[in-house]
């Protein structure tokens, strides 16, 4: 009997065992706010540069929506402020775009995005000598954000902020 009972727990513990092991699908990979804002931005820079402007601002908005949520899981991360002033200077709001990159370099002085984008907003804004500033702090990164506007600032190349 205790002989049965023993071979019953064992059959039992083996197909448990065995079902459980090849029936579990593997976790799914969450995207977090910030990765899936990141997604946003980069078919609304692609729709922009189609011309168009309107599914651009709907991923720019979809964007923003989500930087907001995961700045108010993580708050005060550089990169999420640095996509929060260009989804918002993307929709039109350049003060509040600006508040957003001036609050990333407290925290991030050199943050290169920041850096860039606030670049371009102060040739947007026609604030030339500010752009100079912002220029100046990208001047050791070796790339062609860099050449390029530093050509628009100093008239050189059109501006397309």
């Known amino acids: 009997m205790l002989k049965n009972l023993l071979i019953i727990v064992a059959l039992f513990l083996f197909t448990t065992y065995s079902y459980s092991a090849g029936s579990d699908p593997k976790p799914a990979k969450v995207k977090t706010d910030y990765a899936k804002a990141v997604d946003a931005i980069k078919y609304a820079k692609k729709y922009e540069k189609k011309g168009k402007i309107e599914k651009a601002k ?16 993580k708050p005060l991360q550089a990169d999420t402020l640095n996509y929060l002033g260009f989804t918002t200077r993307k ?5 509040t775009g600006e508040k957003y990159y001036l609050l990333g370099l407290e925290i991030e002085p050199n943050h290169k995005g920041i850096n860039e984008y606030l670049c371009e907003l102060y040739v947007a804004t026609n604030r030339i000598n500010l752009a100079k500033e912002r220029l100046k702090v990208l001047e050791t990164c070796n790339c062609e954000e860099y050449n390029e506007l530093k050509e628009i600032i100093d008239g050189k190349k059109q501006s397309k902020y």
């Open 91 to 95: 929709l039109g709001d350049y003060e």
């Open 58 to 73: 709907k991923r720019y908005l979809k964007a923003q929506k989500l930087l907001l949520k995961s700045n108010k899981k």
